[in-house]
């Protein structure tokens, strides 16, 4: 079934900086999930966008849905160790979620 | 409870035993889903259940895999005849249905 690609697999980022991790889709998604995942933890939810152009924000993290509904990406300001862990985006197909591979971020403090 | 619970949390068996493991989707939940981890892997699909239709079983790598739901709320999934490759993290979530999916603590499993 069709796929949510992510980029990039790894994140090496140093204390302080800013990256952005990317989701592509070929295809037109109805909505689009973002999750995180602490080392030896379980996926825990973030946010959710549905809308054409949508951004939200969290705190240092800001998320961005596609004019055309077909990317997504999530960036982070001011790095943190906290911020350490492997970030999923998620298509929701009729309730059925498929996830992407994920970025797994390191923090170098 | 408050939250998905998974049981047990960890699981040793040996290759060819048959495992069960165990989901506890948090109450009125409709959706409920399995995914399977491999270390330092993606979230692998495995199979969905909404309410009382039908559940995609598209994910499931095997017939050796199966999975039911009894009363729209406890889900087991079961391995027959485990092999060293099905050792992994097996996670459970639930959800009210496309939004977000809570996530239990997973069952580690290890075949030797």
């Known amino acids: 079934g069709q796929q949510v690609m992510q980029i990039p697999q790894y994140q090496h980022v140093q204390e302080g900086e800013d990256f952005t991790t990317y989701c592509n889709s070929s295809t037109t998604l109805s909505n689009i999930q973002w999750y995180k995942q602490r080392p030896g933890g379980h996926p825990v939810f973030l946010i959710q966008?549905?809308?054409?152009?949508e951004v939200k924000k969290q705190k240092r993290l800001t998320f961005q849905f596609g004019e055309a509904k077909k990317n997504s990406s999530l960036h982070i300001t001011a790095t943190q160790t906290t911020d350490v862990g492997t970030y999923f985006c998620?298509?929701?197909?009729?309730?059925?979620?498929?996830f992407g591979a994920g970025t797994q971020v390191v923090v170098t403090p | 409870g408050a939250g998905v619970s998974q049981s047990p949390s960890n699981k040793v068996t040996e290759k060819g035993k048959d495992v069960e493991l165990r989901c506890d989707p948090i109450s009125g939940h409709t959706a409920l889903y399995w995914y399977r981890q491999s270390l330092g892997q993606g979230l692998e699909f495995l199979i969905y259940?909404?309410?009382?239709?039908?559940?995609?079983k598209s994910g499931l790598p095997s017939d050796r895999f199966s999975a039911e739901r009894t009363g729209g709320s406890v889900s087991t999934l079961t391995i027959q005849r485990t092999q060293q490759e099905d050792s992994a993290v097996y996670l459970c979530?639930?959800?009210?249905?496309?939004?977000?999916?809570?996530f239990g603590q997973g069952t580690r499993l290890t075949v030797v």
């Open positions: 998620a298509q929701d197909s009729w309730g059925k979620l498929q």
């Open positions: 979530a639930s959800s009210l249905g496309e939004i977000e999916a809570f």
């Open positions: 259940f909404q309410g009382n239709s039908a559940p995609d």
């Open positions: 966008l549905v809308k054409s152009g």
